[in-house]
């Protein structure tokens, strides 16, 4: 079975410029969740989505967004960057008889310039 | 505030010796605790999760909770050097789930 899918897994963006992530979960796995991790830190929460629903948002500011598709892939947004987005980006999936259990995909180096 | 504090290390043992990360949250409501394995240039991956006050085992693993202290422990037993990794701590504060820093282990053979 496929693990949880993310594309791109390198860009390089500049500042001001908009990024679209996208997320693919694991078969019958219908929450996705969203989060940004810098070198040395543990990964921040930035979204929640559950049947396309927003279920929970982290402290970040309303350049990220995010959403759900019918099929339960999931895009992360971030528009105008900065060079603080520059971040590993993960996107975790988890089932309905243990949603906190993360399955995390190999993540998203995003490197603003 | 929901926060998850981890001893940031580097903590290390010698091969065969038993490893204990420890971890403290802020909220009191909290249900469920996650540690995960995260190794260099990977994505975090999840070794235990647990529910309820006291012990669980899994293999060499050992997950400890004390939700009067709020306080979740990882012990490893018999550590080997494929457990040289960083351990997250992840709390999850009614959907919103939060990591502490991670503490980095090496075992040293």
């Known amino acids: 079975d496929a693990g949880v899918t993310q594309s791109p897994t390198h860009l390089i963006k500049t500042r001001g410029q908009q990024v679209t992530l996208r997320c693919s979960p694991i078969?019958?796995?219908?929450?996705v969740s969203w989060y940004q991790q810098v070198l040395g830190q543990g990964p921040q929460f930035i979204f929640q989505?559950?049947?396309?629903?927003?279920?929970g948002r982290g402290n970040f500011p309303d350049r990220f967004s995010a959403r759900q598709f019918p099929n339960y892939s999931s895009e992360l947004n971030v528009n105008a960057l900065l060079l603080g987005d520059s971040a590993l980006y993960l996107c975790a999936s988890s089932s309905d008889r243990a949603p906190g259990e993360l399955f995390f995909g190999e993540g998203s180096r995003l490197t603003v310039l | 505030q929901k926060e998850v504090e981890q001893n940031s290390g580097p903590l290390s043992v010698p091969e065969g010796a038993i490893a204990s990360l420890n971890c403290t949250y802020s909220?009191?409501?909290?249900?469920?605790f996650f540690w995960y394995r995260q190794y260099s240039g990977k994505s975090p991956e999840l070794i235990m999760s647990i529910y309820s006050n006291g012990d669980k085992e899994d293999g060499r693993f050992t997950a400890q909770l004390n939700k009067a202290s709020q306080y979740v422990s990882l012990l490893i037993r018999d550590s080997q050097p494929s457990d040289s990794a960083t351990y997250l701590c992840a709390v999850d504060f009614n959907n919103d789930m939060r990591f502490g820093a991670g503490t980095r282990l090496t075992v040293k053979p």
């Open positions: 909220d009191r409501g909290s249900q469920s």
């Open positions: 078969s019958g796995h219908k929450s």
């Open positions: 989505y559950y049947e396309k629903e927003e279920r």
